[in-house]
DNA sequence: ATACTCATGTAAGCTGTTACATGATTCT
DNA sequence: AGAATCATGTAACAGCTTACATGAGTAT
């Protein structure tokens, strides 16, 4: 039985640490997210099928009198994880990017209309910039594989952001 | 009513002149799939949805026996396509990248194993850069938003290449 | 008191992929 | 004759988002 795609996350996350939804969810948001984003709405149910398949083990754990259960992987569950991380299948690649969309329709634009286009599409990048500045610390701090992909996240989006500032000055 | 993620496509390809679910499919394959995919599943539906709701229009033009109906605009589809492109609000911007999410989780692999990911990664780019060069020329003859879009793809990948070049001999 | 954070979950709906099915025409 | 291309579609399934619902603890 493959791995769905967000079950490899939280097989990866718990290996990691992280033991509840709820903490999964909070590393996801500032660190895979821009590559690899997930809400409640998928992490939970997963968990309980992981669970279900034996990849993961929950146990009651709360904090006081709130709720919490806390995973930690099984046998299986690692070595399917090992299986995904090692694994040499093509691995998915897909983007979506309604900007790149538009600006290839935008023959019947005017040149004002593509500069502002252009200027939110480099406004966006570099959203993305200031939010990976605010956790580069502590990914330095850690290095290894969350430093690399914070370097490439800085990296790629700053690209983008030179390439936008290019095109608006040919076209200002 | 908003237009589905798939309508603009459609709307915007019409418009450019692409009159059949074929021949659009076939022009997304070549132009925009690279940062927005479409499939005959969902392009089929689409366009008659797009006709109910008065949008396009349709009209059977068989090819000899071969079945074949061709779209155009109407009025209100025009209108619509017009007020997506000129609309303010945040384009989507989404990306699932599998080998990213990897290496975010790969310090449990060997130095070996991170270059092997790593080269992965630069093949699948080099690839899209490859299949981008095919069509290199008809878009810089085509001009505006199709060659711009073109140029950033190139760009775009070919600074994952050299980023992973950059890795590569870090490791190697 | 009130708002925020911790914490878990469900239900409906949207979007999309994959695999399949069909049939005509054109190229080799 | 057989393969490729033109051309249209459906059905099943996978995956994800959004909104909602609930409740406890903590900080202001």
Redesign the interface.
Known sequence: MPLS?TA??LL?MI??GRRTGYEIKQLVDV??R????ASYGQIYPELKRLEDAGLIEGEDSPSGGRRRRVYSLTDAGDAALDE???S?D????????????????????GDA?RL?LIR??RA?HQSVIDRLRTVEEGAAAVG???H??LQ?GL??HG??VE?CKR?EEELG
Request: aromatic share 18%; charged share 25%.
């Open positions: 795609p490899r996350v990866a290996h990691n660190s895979t821009f590559f690899w984003a995904w991380l090692h040499d093509e691995p998915t690649y897909e983007m979506r990017d309604e900007g790149l969309l538009k600006l290839f329709f935008s023959s019947d634009l209309e502002a939110r599409i966006r290894g594989g969350p690399m992909t490439f990296g790629h690209w983008v390439w095109q």
